[in-house]
């Protein structure tokens, strides 16, 4: 079975809540990306869904039974087809025992499938910090550690990531000190975003920070942070020296970053995808979205995705408004096809 290579050329999908879902994840592959990962899944929602009552014991479903495509709740996010490799699992939770449990079962599922797991030590959204995960457990480094190694200890050496902040207060630096700890404890890479978590999303993302972070470790460092173009990711591997890097907000607006950065590390040209090119990545992504989510939600992720992806053009504004008022695939490919009889010159000309 092929591991994970990590390699500054070949460039991951980041777990992004409400977005990497099987369809959008295997659009970036189809573009280039060469790891992706799931949204994050709540490790106590996939525990209390096997263990009504508690208990330790479960009979897991099966992959067949289990409702995973075009299906609800935290399993519902796992959704993957057998050839999506390397796929990195994102788990967020701060109870060991339950994380612990949550990746065992969900390995049994994927029993045969080369499958990794990221645990979320980054995500600063109230719903996820009041739960004590994500974020703030870099409050609790102590704590954070525990939770770690359980997953470590359940998943294998050499099958677990984490992915950080610098640290939950502003200014309150710790994840050089998490980051060795957690090498130490077996960890396989290490993500590092660095902002704080109260920042949130606000000023810059310190990619010193990075380069910091890799200075002192001996495993894997990822990038991610601020990468919303090709361009910005080769330089942030320049000045970190990161192993690889993550794209997110960058491949929400634009699929095409993964072969724009691939083309950008081999010399060659990145010219923006013509609107064809845009119009039949949109065609991908609505077909996978229909084939693996459920209509309704299939329709709210194009809603969301096509604007981004034609933000560029004129007529977007208008389209937003078509696309609210669409009800179903035949509505959303005849808006598609006004929007292309509208457009007259390539994008950004
Ligand atoms: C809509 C959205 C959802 C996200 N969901 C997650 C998540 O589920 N897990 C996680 O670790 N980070 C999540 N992130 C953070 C991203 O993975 C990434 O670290 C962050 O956006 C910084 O990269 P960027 O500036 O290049 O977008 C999310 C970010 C956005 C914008």
Same mark, same amino acid.
């Given at each position: 079975?092929?591991? @994970? ?21 295997? @659009? ?31 009979? @897991? ?257 208008? @389209? ?30």
């Amino acid at each position: 079975m092929p591991s @994970l290579e990590i390699k500054p050329y070949l460039p991951w999908l980041a777990p992004l809540a409400g977005y990497s879902n099987a369809p959008f994840r295997l @659009l970036c592959r189809h573009m280039g990306a060469y790891a992706t990962c799931t949204e994050m899944v709540s490790a106590k929602g996939i525990y209390y869904s096997l263990h009504p009552n508690g208990c330790r014991s479960f009979r @897991l479903p099966g992959p067949g039974n289990i409702n995973m495509q075009k299906g609800k709740g935290s399993w519902a996010l796992l959704a993957s087809p057998e050839e999506e490799s390397p796929l990195i699992i994102q788990l967020f939770g701060a109870e060991p025992d339950i994380v612990a449990i949550a990746a065992e079962s969900i390995l049994q599922l994927f029993a045969g499938r080369e499958i990794y797991f990221d645990l979320n030590m980054g995500c600063s959204v109230p719903k996820v910090v009041k739960t004590g995960s994500g974020a703030v457990m870099l409050a609790d480094p102590v704590n954070a550690l525990k939770v770690a190694e359980a997953l470590i200890a359940a998943a294998g050496a050499g099958k677990v990531g984490f992915k950080l902040r610098l640290g939950w207060l502003n200014g309150e630096n710790i994840y050089l000190k998490l980051g060795k700890q957690l090498e130490d404890a077996g960890a396989a890479w290490i993500t590092l975003h660095p902002r704080y978590g109260k920042q949130a999303f606000t000023g810059k993302a310190d990619w010193s920070k990075i380069a910091a972070l890799k200075q002192e470790l001996s495993i894997p460092v990822l990038a991610s942070g601020d990468l919303l173009s090709a361009a910005a990711a080769k330089s942030c591997l320049e000045q970190t020296g990161a192993d690889a890097v993550m794209f997110a907000r960058g491949a929400m607006n634009n699929p095409f970053i993964f072969r724009e950065f691939s083309r950008l590390m081999q010399g060659e040209n990145t010219a923006r995808p013509t609107l064809a090119e845009l119009m039949d990545a949109i065609s991908q992504h609505a077909s996978l979205a229909w084939a693996w989510l459920d209509e309704r939600y299939a329709l709210s992720q194009m809603r969301g995705f096509i604007p981004r992806y034609v933000h560029h053009f004129a007529g977007v504004r208008a @389209l937003r408004q078509q696309l609210t008022a669409c009800r179903n695939r035949e509505q959303l490919n005849a808006i598609i096809s006004q929007f292309i009889a509208s457009q007259t010159a390539d994008p950004g000309e």
